[in-house]
């Protein structure tokens, strides 16, 4: 029979300096056991608590519709570049620091050509998603990884499971796509990154404001130029 072990109010405990007692007390119950942990806060600070008290793959039950609560672990990084060479650039970036099995591209099917160029570039094998799906070798392995093209267009969120690495080089035409994206990747697992790349000159002014409290209230960085912007439009 499995023991349950059960940790309410994580943020509190975290808060009041238990998380080392907490971990001694896992590390001394028998490994065949499940955690049940029920966090009391969304914020970031807490997110590799929560990773150290439960495995890769989860079972999540959110007591709230917010999306604060159905995405929380979920760390979401914005990078506003100030030109298109900039965004690749940045882009590059987090591909080379990216460590995931799987690194999973949600974008245009126009920027495939060029995000498929610097993908077999830096040696990962893409598997392309769109109309005419098809798999393009790696010219020298990088540790297996695999790089997921998705088209947003034909992007599924009902199919995305422990998807640890998205990044959206085209950002997303649409505040709902974004948290479909976000509460997808939070379904079954406490670790993941969500990146988002989007130039000085784009128009997210349709986006700023929502895009700024989901931030906000997942205890995220909020870019500055995009505070500005939701402030303005709020005055």
């Not at 806060?41 to 989860?58: C, E, T």
């Not at 080379?96 to 690194?103: F, H, Q």
């Not at 949600?106 to 160029?117: G, P, Y």
């Amino acid at each position: 029979m499995k023991v349950k072990e059960v940790i309410d109010e994580l943020g509190s405990l975290c808060a009041s300096g238990y998380l080392d007692a907490v971990k001694s007390i896992k590390q001394a119950i028998s490994s065949e056991h499940r955690s049940v942990v029920f966090n009391d806060s969304f914020s970031a600070s807490y997110i590799p608590a929560v990773q150290s008290l439960l495995g890769r793959s989860v079972d999540r039950l959110s007591l709230s519709d917010s999306v604060a609560s159905q995405a929380s672990c979920i760390i979401q990084t914005v990078n506003v570049c100030a030109s298109e060479k900039k965004k690749l650039q940045k882009f590059s970036e987090v591909l080379d620091s990216a460590s995931s099995r799987g690194i999973y591209i949600v974008a245009k099917e126009e920027s495939f050509r060029k995000l498929t160029a610097l993908l077999k570039l830096k040696g990962l094998t893409v598997v392309i998603f769109n109309s005419e799906s098809t798999i393009i070798p790696a010219i020298t392995k990088r540790g297996g990884q695999l790089a997921y093209l998705i088209d947003i267009e034909q992007f599924d969120s009902t199919e995305m499971k422990n998807f640890e690495t998205v990044l959206l080089p085209d950002f997303v035409p649409s505040f709902q796509t974004y948290v479909e994206i976000l509460t997808s990747m939070a379904r079954d697992s406490v670790r993941g990154v969500l990146h988002s790349f989007v130039t000085e000159e784009e128009d997210v002014s349709g986006l700023a404001g929502s895009l700024v409290n989901v931030l906000e209230d997942c205890g995220q960085c909020v870019p500055d130029s995009w505070r500005n912007l939701s402030a303005s439009m709020s005055d």
